[in-house]
């Protein structure tokens, strides 16, 4: 299930703490639709050719110093143009103000003038980096998220399979949690699927014949967490004596999300199996996978090793 990809200028404002120069403006209904942002250090100089007004643009010391000494005539010949009433907003940096002409202009094309006191290229990062992941791509799956020694675990399954039962053994056992139910799954790069809460249900876990417990005002703060990269999904199935399961991990499963291969593994479910012992487990090794141990393939290389050995003494 696919999802708007918009973030509204209030957003913008109380997360990344911005200042509103413009109360003036109606900012209902203006958002921003795209991650990229623009310092327009040549539209200023008079150049529009490629310029994407569509853009949060950015104001840092280069570009204040440069409209600094601009006549009053190329202030208002340029600020319109820069001014789009397609910009979603401006933001100046570095606590640095806008001129008078600047802001009449903003208010008359309807643009919000906000302000930051951090560095450009801190407010750059930081902005970049939050909307790369609110408007990221993002579909809704079935499943609990939850952070087991930093590798985020996404526990899939049919319905009253135990995946929230085992997401809370985790937490008890310390890991965290970041969704039960429904995961939104955002592709932030092409290596990179970060998944979250949706808003309504943060921190609730449901559990059959129990109901809906809080996470975190049982077991307090450091038992949740808001966000975490999707780095291995369990699959819990029920045991199928006529199924062949994979009993070394030679290779890697995948499934995918968005155009993204995450490493899978299915897990058949016997009673007595503890599931977050099995998940633990499962997170380690594959972050020691990615530090570039196998153990499966250390005992490959054993038994090749004993094997020509053994063939070597028979030979002699």
């Excluded at 903003?106 to 750059?124: D, E, G, I, R």
């Excluded at 999707?230 to 062949?244: N, P, Q, T």
């Excluded at 141990?293 to 054993?302: G, K």
Aim: glycine share 6%; charged share 30%.
């Amino acid at each position: 299930m696919g999802m708007d990809m918009a973030v509204s200028i209030k957003q913008l404002i109380d997360k990344l703490e911005l200042q509103n120069l413009t109360p003036e403006v109606d900012i209902t209904g203006i958002k921003v639709t795209q991650p990229d942002i623009n310092r327009p250090a040549l539209q200023l100089a008079g150049y529009f050719e490629h310029y994407d007004e569509t853009r949060p643009q950015i104001i840092g010391f280069v570009e204040y110093s440069y409209m600094e000494h601009m006549t009053e005539e190329d202030k208002r010949e340029v600020y319109p143009k820069v001014l789009s009433e397609k910009t979603p907003c401006i933001v100046f940096c570095r606590d640095l103000r806008p001129d008078e002409i600047f802001l009449e202009t903003a208010v008359k094309n309807k643009v919000p003038v906000l302000l930051t006191q951090k560095s450009t290229s801190a407010f750059m990062a930081e902005i970049i980096r939050w909307l790369n992941v609110k408007l990221a791509p993002c579909i809704s799956v079935h499943g609990v998220l939850v952070d087991v020694y930093g590798e985020g675990v996404l526990i899939t399954g049919e319905s009253g399979i135990g995946k929230s039962e085992a997401a809370l053994e985790l937490i008890k056992r310390g890991h965290r949690l970041v969704s039960d139910d429904v995961v939104e799954i955002r592709k932030v790069s092409d290596d990179t699927l970060v998944g979250t809460a949706p808003d309504i249900t943060k921190h609730f876990i449901e559990l059959r014949g129990i109901g809906i417990i809080d996470v975190k005002a049982l077991f307090g703060v450091s038992s949740v967490m808001d966000t975490t990269n999707i780095s291995l999904v369990i699959r819990l199935e029920d045991w199928d004596k006529e199924k062949k399961y994979d009993r070394l991990g030679l290779e890697e499963n995948y499934t995918e999300y968005l155009g993204n291969k995450v490493v899978c593994h299915n897990i058949p479910i016997r009673p007595g199996r503890s599931l977050a012992i099995i998940c633990e487990c499962a997170a380690v090794n594959h972050r020691q996978k990615k530090m570039g141990y196998n153990a499966a393939q250390e005992l490959y290389q054993r038994v090749q090793n004993s094997l020509t050995r053994k063939r070597e003494e028979d030979e002699e």
